[in-house]
């Protein structure tokens, strides 16, 4: 079954952040957009982005870890 493939408005919706949260995320690294339409905006598998976003709220607000220390853990 092919990845269902979002915008990022509504990733944002759906993740309840905001889309300079997900520009942000993916400018750092921890978030890969899986496409780019010919306009210039950028597709996130729906899936996958939600599961890395929920990843990376959980290490900043549980292990209050920052951007930097995910950046280390994630790439292990």
Do not use: C, W
Request: no cysteine.
């Amino acid at each position: 079954m092919p990845a269902e493939l979002i915008k990022i408005g509504e990733l944002a919706k759906l993740a309840k952040v905001l889309p300079s949260t997900i520009h942000y995320y993916t400018k750092e690294g921890l978030l890969k957009f899986a496409d780019e339409t010919q306009g210039g905006y950028r597709l996130y598998d729906r899936v996958q982005a939600l599961g890395r976003i929920r990843t990376i709220q959980s290490l900043q607000l549980r292990n209050r870890l920052t951007i930097s220390e995910i950046k280390k853990r994630i790439k292990k």
